[in-house]
């Protein structure tokens, strides 16, 4: 089993910033994948990024692509979202998920574990 606890949501203006972290436990050995996803109210939960553990591949959905950076501390068992140019359409609770399958990473499927997830607010 995989525990995730995710922190770093809050209110920020359109065009800041925020950085989400997700601490992991449990059997953190054995993930090859993690990712962030987001779900807003009336909305499928959407694919935000992943990254692989050990080698760092990472992967982006098209809405965040060249804003938002997916990064890691394996040291730590944390991995981070780093989130830039905000905009209002990016507001959601965002989840911290883990995957211990050899899968592209890309869909809720590859995923077994699930943080309970942080609120991002978006102000114009």
């Known amino acids: 089993q995989v525990q995730l606890v995710e922190s770093g949501g809050g209110l920020v203006q359109t065009g800041g910033s925020l950085r989400l972290s997700c601490v992991s436990s449990?059997?953190?050995?054995?993930?090859?994948?993690m990712g962030w996803f987001r779900q807003s109210p009336g909305k499928e939960r959407e694919f935000v990024a992943r990254i692989r553990w050990y080698s760092g591949t990472t992967l982006y959905g098209d809405s965040v692509k060249g804003r938002f950076t997916i990064s890691r501390d394996n040291a730590k068992n944390t991995m981070y979202l780093q989130m830039n140019s905000l905009k209002s359409e990016d507001a959601a609770l965002y989840y911290c998920?883990?995957?211990?399958?050899?899968?592209?990473?890309?869909?809720?499927?590859?995923?077994?574990?699930w943080g309970q997830g942080t609120q991002v607010t978006v102000s114009s």
């Open positions: 998920a883990a995957g211990d399958r050899g899968t592209l990473g890309q869909s809720q499927n590859d995923y077994d574990y």
């Open positions: 449990g059997r953190t050995a054995s993930i090859y994948n």
